[in-house]
């Protein structure tokens, strides 16, 4: 920062933690205050699109900059054919093992199921996996078998779509076999930082866990399934993106490039352990040496940015709600997904009301 | 001349007013101005589609919930769940609250002072605890009673969980407030009662009931709001789960109205649940002589 402000002293730059920052956002901008930037995940982006809190700025990115961020990180931050944010870092679920349990890690699933069917033990207090299944974890199964959750481009929900129910099947029947039953999240954490299951499913946030109990992990990507195709997680991608505040849309789109470019962006990713997304960022020896973010960066290629718009609001909810009924065996999986297909219609049709 | 009240005696109207003046804004900007909004709120459709710019709707989002056939599902559990906490919660407070004035217990303060632990924690801190130890792979619950129970899988169990919780967040303020109203009543009285030879049980239904049942209806009136307008204890555990199994009246309009960001229709259904639990208190005060206990 100072690097920066000292090579263009006409420029005052301040940073700001702000808690609950969307909130804060939509009070601020609309009475002129508040940032002229915010760094914010790029799921949030149609919300903040739709109060008017951000502006487009393909116009403003240099022809060099946009060569830099590959295309399938630029599509996580463009909804309505503009670009909302310039990109920062990447992060999605893959797949941790245990060294001293597992020699080399399953590529496929057929070999994860072997691996987990071998350890899985519950007598023992022993399982074959760690997954805090969600509906934000489990979407690589759905993904695998073409299914979705909401589809930005053709504004429509898909919890009983074909690929959908297929992938929560698939994962009902070859995937919870071998869980723990029960979806807490700290419960099914737990068992790997214990050493109680070989493999897990989880992401970045997670990392330091198994370090800190003192495991010797190793990252993988998701395995493929045989004759469906790789398993594909969710992306998050942070982004920074302009407010309508901005008095100079031009310089602090400039800044933001410069930030996220090399070496700034590998010396941010150095202190915070996130993935940097800018392609000469990951040709840094600093990341592409590193164990876990060059796997990270080879699964990323393999994942589907979140849905963007607040329509995914309900789809998070009932999915929530659909997925516990389910995994409580109270609901059948087609019955499930299908009744909160139709809870999610019609809180959007309320929400467009 | 008429009589002078004490107030009256040592401080002028004007002078009262001004005195009061402070805590009355404070009143009035944190909790009179957001009552009004949000009577105001329920009447428009402000949604995120409709975030800036929202149209007064009239009664449209009420009707809306009550022509909702989950809304009289929900209603019908809601009451359900204010009859189990208000008898449970009164019925330890009181049980309590005996236990601990009882003349033959030594130590009773230190007990007293343990009981009332559940009240100096955080409700959310302590929610999750109760999660913790209800979890059934390793929670403590199911270890203790030597069961395999998973307590967020079954409707029952998951009620029965929620309930226990509950009502040991609750106890302390109603066990504190009946050891109050047990130690006022004079021990004249007891005394009397065991020279014309009263059993206990005789004493407890013909004096110490009576004379703290004000304290009790006043008790009800608060439990049975509080528990109607519960939130957290079912949302930090169950979150209505499994399927809609424990939702009550504020989790489903959480997920009716906040899944889709529709801000007017929740206000609506909030409201509604506030007239519902008005119409509680009055028909309390006027019933129960429930203001003989505050007076």
């Known amino acids: 920062m100072q690097q920066y402000s000292e090579k263009n002293p006409e420029l005052l730059l301040e940073f700001h933690h702000v808690d609950d ?6 009070l601020a901008v609309p009475a002129g205050v508040g940032p002229d930037f915010i760094r914010w995940a790029h799921d949030k982006i149609g919300e903040f699109k739709l109060l008017d809190l951000i502006v487009p700025i393909e116009d403003y990115i240099s022809p060099e900059f946009k060569k830099q961020i590959p295309d399938y990180i630029w599509a996580a931050v463009t909804l309505d054919g503009h670009i909302w944010g310039i990109p920062e870092t990447a992060e999605s679920v893959a797949l941790l093992y245990n060294k001293d349990m597992v020699s080399a890690p399953p590529a496929t699933m057929d070999e994860m199921i072997a691996i987990m069917r071998q350890y899985h033990d519950p007598a023992a207090g022993k399982y074959g996996l760690s997954y805090p299944a969600n509906v934000y974890s489990i979407s690589c199964f759905i993904h695998a078998f073409g299914g979705y959750y909401y589809d930005d481009a053709r504004d429509k929900a898909g919890l009983n779509d074909t690929g959908t129910i297929k992938g929560v099947q698939y994962l009902f029947e070859k995937v919870k076999p071998y869980m723990l039953d029960d979806l807490d999240y700290g419960a099914q954490a737990a068992l790997f930082a214990e050493k109680k299951a070989p493999l897990a499913i989880n992401g970045p946030w997670y990392f330091s866990v198994p370090t800190d109990a003192g495991v010797n992990w190793g990252l993988a990507k998701l395995p493929t399934i045989s004759g469906v195709g790789p398993l594909k997680p969710f992306m998050g991608v942070q982004a920074f993106m302009v407010t309508k505040n901005c008095k100079d849309i031009g310089a602090t789109v400039k800044f933001l490039e410069w930030i996220t470019s090399p ?47 607040p329509e995914m609001g309900p789809v998070w909810g009932r999915g929530y709600d659909a997925l516990n009924t389910i995994w409580a065996g109270t609901k059948s999986i087609v019955d499930g997904l299908n009744e909160a297909q139709k809870l999610v219609e019609e809180d959007i049709r309320k929400m467009h009301e | 001349m008429a009589a002078r009240t004490p107030s009256s005696f040592l401080i002028n109207r004007k002078t009262l007013l001004i005195l009061i003046l402070p805590s009355l804004t404070f009143y009035s900007i944190f909790f009179i101005y957001p009552i009004i909004m949000n009577v105001a709120l329920a009447f428009t459709n402000r949604s995120m589609y409709h975030f800036y710019e929202y149209d007064f709707v009239g009664l449209a989002n009420f009707v809306e919930m009550l022509s909702s056939a989950d809304f009289y599902t929900v209603m019908g559990r809601t009451f359900f769940w204010v009859v ?25 303060g230190i007990y007293r002072g343990l009981m009332l632990l559940p009240w100096a924690f955080p409700n959310v801190v302590m929610i999750l605890v109760w999660r913790g130890m209800f979890n059934p ?14 307590w967020y899988n079954s409707p029952e169990y998951a009620f029965l969980m929620t309930q226990v919780i509950n009502i040991w967040l609750a106890y302390p303020f109603l066990m504190l407030l009946l050891t109050g109203a047990i130690q006022s009543i004079p021990t004249e009285l007891s005394e009397l009662a065991e020279m014309f030879g009263c059993s206990s049980l005789q004493k ?9 049942k004000p304290i009790l209806s006043y008790g009800t009136l608060l439990t049975s709001g509080t528990a109607f307008m519960q939130f957290p204890v079912i949302w930090l555990l169950t979150r209505g789960g499994p399927g809609n199994a424990t939702d009550i009246i504020m989790t489903w309009a959480y997920k009716e109205a906040f899944y889709s960001q529709r801000f007017g229709y929740h206000a609506a259904i909030a409201i509604f649940a506030s007239l519902i639990s008005l119409i509680f208190a009055l028909f309390a005060i006027k019933r129960g002589g429930v203001l003989e206990g505050i007076k």
Do not use: W
């Open chain 1, 21 to 26: 920052l969307p909130e804060k956002l939509k």
């Open chain 1, 263 to 309: 070496p700034v962006s590998v010396d941010l990713s150095v202190v915070t352990g996130n993935l940097p997304v800018n392609l000469g960022a990951l040709e840094d020896s600093r990341i592409k040496n590193d164990p876990i973010k060059s796997v990270l960066a080879e699964q990323v290629k393999d994942a589907i940015p979140m849905s963007k718009k």
């Open chain 2, 84 to 108: 189990c906490t208000v008898f449970l919660q009164i019925g330890c407070g009181l049980f309590f609250a005996l236990f601990f004035t009882s003349p033959h217990l030594k130590g009773r």
């Open chain 2, 137 to 150: 792979s390793f929670g403590v619950i199911n270890v203790l009673f030597g069961t395999k129970i998973n």
């Open chain 2, 204 to 212: 407890l239904r013909y004096i110490t009931f009576p004379l703290v």
